[in-house]
């Protein structure tokens, strides 16, 4: 079983920033990618950044040079710093980490966080 801890999030002003820091925990033989989503009321849930296990890299095309998603100092953390923040960043922010463990592949996703961004 993986579980993951997210944290960060909170209240900030337009062009602010704030970091998001999700980390994976369980026996996890190896992690595939690590990516964030995010939720805007009355809107799916959409890809915002994703990582791979490489550290290939991509985006959604609305956080382009504001966000920037890394692997932290240990292989089960990733980061997302973001900068530049916009109202319409607005969302609970969602953890996602696809690997495999004893049993087979995993795909988990952690708890929300709040980001509100006003304007």
């Known amino acids: 079983q993986v579980h993951l801890v997210v944290s960060g999030g909170g209240l900030v002003q337009t062009g602010g920033s704030l970091r998001l820091t999700c980390i994976a925990s369980g026996t996890i033989f190896s992690i595939n990618a690590m990516g964030w989503y995010r939720q805007a009321p009355g809107k799916q849930r959409e890809l915002v950044a994703v990582i791979s296990a490489g550290g290939t890299t991509n985006y959604a095309d609305s956080v382009k040079g504001r966000f920037t998603i890394s692997r932290g100092n240990t292989e089960n953390t990733v980061n997302l710093q973001m900068d530049s923040l916009k109202p319409e960043d607005t969302g609970v922010y969602y953890c996602?980490?696809?690997?495999?463990?004893?049993?087979?592949?995993?795909?988990?996703w952690g708890q929300g966080t709040q980001v509100t961004v006003s304007s």
């Open positions: 996602n980490v696809r690997g495999v463990i004893l049993k087979g592949t995993f795909d988990s």
